[in-house]
């Protein structure tokens, strides 16, 4: 079997080399964290040695980042204000959507209003306006996708919480934070012990945590030294080229700001979990949208916010590049696509 090709760093980016050897590593180390001998003071370096550097990516204080088991989890922070109503975004991610609560009429705007800074389907970036944030109390930003590949700054931002997973950067799965702005109270994630400065108990995850943290450092880094901007230029390549040869196709969001390595491709009349199974079986892994929603066979609620109808919306593609897409994968990817789109073509003909 030829070897395949990755293309699909949104739905997980591979595990880098040096999140590996920080979390091998970690397994070495036997204490608990919350022990105060020696061991127990080693594994606590640890874990504040990574959250220093997811600090340092996400642009916050070492000690608004609160360790959990993905952005699904710290998404939870919302559910202490429910009653207050918490007002989402139509195009964010289900983790948000699934805590959408209306708004008291008499209180007039809600405790939260939640929204994705940059969209895991098309790569559009929203930022949050003045009437975003009058909507609500408090503003909670999904970075999931933005962070380490778009300049952000969560001390900037004006956002109160937002939400980081580890392996949409190359860390591992299973591992995540809750950015909390300091001096906001929030209601306990999960009760016990009390770890995480009372925010979420449970024993941390020390070998997730220091992948996680190697991850962020390493992601920094590529994004200093201007590794993204590479990848936009193979991004545009692809999109050239499918534009140039099949009538009929559409990129989603292309004219709009959007992050450097996400094409979504809309080809109505051929559905986007055909299309998914046939580069498939050439040795491309691509998507049809979010991956968090895979098996759920349906047109994408975000192309459909976006104005598409249901055809068009159920015809998507995402091809999602990273630091190590090299200019050969993708040129072979438009090859493979647009010889599969041909035959698509002849056969509805």
């Given at each position: 079997?030829?070897?395949?090709?990755?293309?699909?760093?949104?739905?997980?980016?591979?595990?880098?080399a040096e999140a590996r050897a920080a979390m091998i590593a970690a397994m070495d180390v036997a204490g608990n964290p919350s022990s105060v001998h020696a061991e127990g003071r080693a594994a606590k370096a640890v874990i504040e040695r990574a959250r220093d550097d997811v600090a340092a990516l996400v642009g916050c204080r070492a000690r608004e980042v609160v360790f959990t088991s993905g952005a699904t989890e710290a998404a939870g922070v919302?559910?202490?204000?429910?009653?207050?109503?918490?007002?989402?975004?139509?195009?964010?991610?289900?983790?948000?959507?699934?805590?959408?609560?209306?708004v008291d009429g008499s209180a007039g705007r809600?405790?939260?209003?939640?929204?994705?800074?940059?969209?895991?389907?098309?790569?559009?970036?929203?930022?949050?306006?003045?009437?975003?944030?009058?909507?609500?109390?408090?503003?909670?930003?999904?970075?999931?996708?933005?962070v380490g590949r778009v300049p952000f700054a969560f001390s900037w931002s004006g956002?109160?919480?937002?939400?980081?997973?580890?392996?949409?950067?190359?860390?591992?799965?299973?591992?995540?934070?809750?950015?909390?702005?300091?001096?906001?109270?929030?209601?306990?994630?999960?009760?016990g012990g009390g770890q995480e400065m009372g925010r979420r108990s449970g024993t941390e995850n020390l070998a997730g945590i220091a992948g996680f943290g190697a991850a962020a450092?390493?992601?920094?880094?590529?994004?200093?030294?201007?590794?993204?901007?590479?990848?936009?230029?193979?991004?545009?390549?692809?999109?050239?080229?499918?534009?140039?040869?099949a009538d009929g196709v559409t990129i989603a969001g292309q004219a709009l700001t959007r992050l450097p390595n996400t094409a979504s491709i809309v080809t109505p009349g051929w559905k986007g979990e055909t299309q998914v199974m046939q580069m498939d079986l050439a040795g491309f892994a691509v998507s049809a949208g979010s991956a968090c929603s895979s098996g759920k066979v349906r047109p994408?609620?975000?192309?459909r916010a976006m104005g598409f109808d249901e055809g068009a919306a159920a015809s998507a593609i995402r091809v999602s590049l990273g630091p190590q897409t090299t200019e050969d994968e993708v040129d072979r990817f438009a090859e493979a696509w647009?010889?599969?789109?041909?035959?698509?073509?002849a056969r509805a003909a």
């Open positions: 079997m030829s070897a395949r090709t990755y293309l699909d760093w949104n739905a997980t980016a591979p595990l880098r919302l559910a202490g204000y429910a009653d207050g109503g918490v007002t989402v975004q139509p195009e964010a991610h289900d983790c948000l959507l699934a805590h959408e609560r209306a809600a405790a939260v209003v939640a929204m994705g800074l940059a969209n895991s389907e098309t790569g559009v970036i929203t930022e949050p306006d003045e009437a975003e944030r009058a909507r609500g109390g408090l503003l909670l930003l999904d970075i999931v996708q933005a956002a109160d919480f937002a939400l980081v997973s580890a392996h949409k950067i190359g860390g591992p799965k299973g591992v995540g934070a809750l950015i909390v702005r300091e001096g906001v109270d929030i209601a306990t994630l999960r009760a450092r390493a992601a920094l880094a590529d994004q200093e030294q201007g590794v993204w901007s590479g990848v936009a230029a193979l991004r545009d390549r692809l999109e050239a080229r499918i534009l140039r040869a994408s609620r975000v192309l647009i010889a599969a789109w041909a035959r698509h073509s």
